[in-house]
């Protein structure tokens, strides 16, 4: 797809919608692969190995799906509670090295302009989400946000779309994200998503899994 059509795409979705989603980690922060060395770790502290390819491909998942879907249901069975508590802790040895991606507050910014209501559409434990909203500065430019709280199931299973559009107070939204779980959830709940390529994802493959 050339850029102008990529352009053109997107601008069709955003013309229809009152609201944008935003994703948090690999689209606004720079932390997928912090979150798959976490994962990696948590995974051999508990004697289990595994391609560090593969965990990064299930980045965008949360723990609560993410186990099975990489090391199996009896992984996941017998394991699966500790290694979502090994996880954070692991991630919170890496959280300083995250940084902010280019062009994100212009891009809320420019949202905005367009008259959008912004949410960050996020199931990551509130102190993580705290310190990344500081981190970011959007705090006065977005209308609201969600966190691990406010689902019971997370990416690819539309929960936290749902929670996001509460928060908008719309139900004409579009997903912005970096991951096929993130057109998957949007999907499901009935949305359009938009992605960016900074999650690690190809283009094409975002766009097969059907992204504008």
């Not at 593969?54 to 992984?75: C, F, K, N, P, T």
């Not at 008259?115 to 909203?133: K, Y």
Request: with cysteine; charged share 30%.
């Amino acid at each position: 797809m050339a850029p102008e059509e990529r352009t053109r795409a997107a601008n069709d979705v955003l013309e229809a919608c009152e609201a944008a989603l935003l994703d948090l980690d690999g689209t606004l922060i720079d932390s997928n692969y912090q979150h798959a060395i976490a994962w990696f770790r948590a995974f051999r502290a508990e004697g289990v190995i595994v391609p560090l390819w593969r965990v990064h491909r299930h980045v965008g998942m949360g723990g609560d799906q993410l186990v099975e879907a990489v090391a199996g249901a009896e992984v996941e069975e017998r394991l699966g509670e500790r290694l979502r508590t090994t996880e954070p802790e692991q991630f919170a040895q890496l959280r300083d090295e995250c940084e902010p991606l280019e062009g994100v507050r212009e891009l809320v910014e420019a949202l905005r302009r367009r008259g959008l209501r912004v949410v960050l559409a996020s199931s990551a434990p509130q102190d993580d989400l705290d310190h990344f909203l500081d981190l970011l500065g959007l705090r006065r430019l977005v209308d609201g946000w969600t966190s691990a709280t406010d689902v019971d199931r997370s990416k690819p299973s539309p929960d936290i779309v749902h929670a996001a559009l509460e928060r908008a107070g719309t139900r004409a939204g579009v997903m912005i994200g970096d991951s096929r779980w993130d057109v998957e959830a949007a999907a499901a709940a009935g949305l359009g998503s938009i992605c960016v390529i900074t999650g690690g994802w190809a283009e094409q493959e975002l766009l097969d899994a059907g992204a504008a």
